[in-house]
């Protein structure tokens, strides 16, 4: 069974201090390991698509790395607004029709002014 | 103009009663998901539907009944709401495969 753990639950950082977040991985086959960014009360938004081994995505302060066995979300200078909570989920090389994502439990961040 | 809509937003109810939650895209996509979101924040994947075709079951009691009329619509039937029903669901949508858009939410309230 698929499985994503994602560390720290909580991360607090102040204004400028960068960090990164955790997400380790199980999965028979990895089509596809996306990061996602949820906003209090708002559904899930999404940030990136890393596909193999060794690549990278950027989006403004964030890049997100991926290996065989795990990925990074590096936050560099974080802002106030970047204060969210940010999950992992992967998608099995599965079947046509059956592309459920396996999500962690996700990571808060919290950046302080 | 929202790329998936979800109604309604809140859902207070009693124990026993029959609700039903409804989610449209407007994206054109054919594959619809419903997913569950439990109070620690877990995100889980209750349904899919492919052109609307059931396509993954995850192991739901049967008091729930997903039905998609169109492959825009997946609508969500809960029979005999339980308290431990109470969370919020997220209806996604998305092309053959890749990123999932997500809904707002529907936070489901049992009393």
């Known amino acids: 069974e698929d499985q994503v753990t994602q560390s720290p639950e909580a991360l607090r950082l102040q204004e400028g201090e960068s960090s990164s977040l955790n997400c380790s991985y199980t999965?028979?086959?990895?089509?596809?390991l996306f990061w996602y960014r949820q906003d209090p009360g708002k559904g899930p938004e999404f940030l990136f698509t890393?596909?193999?081994a060794g690549e990278e995505k950027e989006k403004e302060r964030l890049k997100a790395t991926l290996t065989k066995k795990e990925s990074f979300l590096h936050i560099t200078a974080p802002k106030p607004e970047d204060s969210a909570t940010y999950l992992c989920?992967?998608?099995?090389?599965?079947?046509?029709?059956?592309?459920?994502?396996?999500f962690g439990t996700g990571t808060r961040l919290t950046i302080i002014p | 103009d929202t790329a998936v809509s979800q109604t309604p937003k809140y859902l207070v109810t009693q124990m026993g009663n029959d609700k039903s939650i409804k989610c449209e895209q407007n994206?054109?996509?054919?594959?619809m998901y419903w997913y569950k979101q439990d109070s620690k924040k877990f995100l889980k994947i209750m349904f899919s539907?492919?052109?609307?075709?059931?396509?993954i079951n995850e192991t739901v009691p049967n008091r729930f009944s997903p039905k998609s009329p169109d492959k825009a619509h997946l609508n969500l039937h809960i029979n005999s709401l339980e308290l431990g029903d109470s969370a919020v669901y997220f209806c996604?949508?998305?092309?053959?495969?890749?990123?999932?858009?997500f809904g707002p939410g529907t936070r489901l309230t049992v009393t």
């Open positions: 890393l596909y193999s």
């Open positions: 539907y492919n052109n609307k075709e059931l396509i």
């Open positions: 994206l054109g996509h054919d594959t």
């Open positions: 989920a992967v998608q099995a090389t599965v079947a046509f029709g059956n592309e459920k994502l396996t």
């Open positions: 996604a949508s998305s092309p053959d495969f890749g990123y999932q858009y």
């Open positions: 999965v028979s086959g990895l089509r596809g």
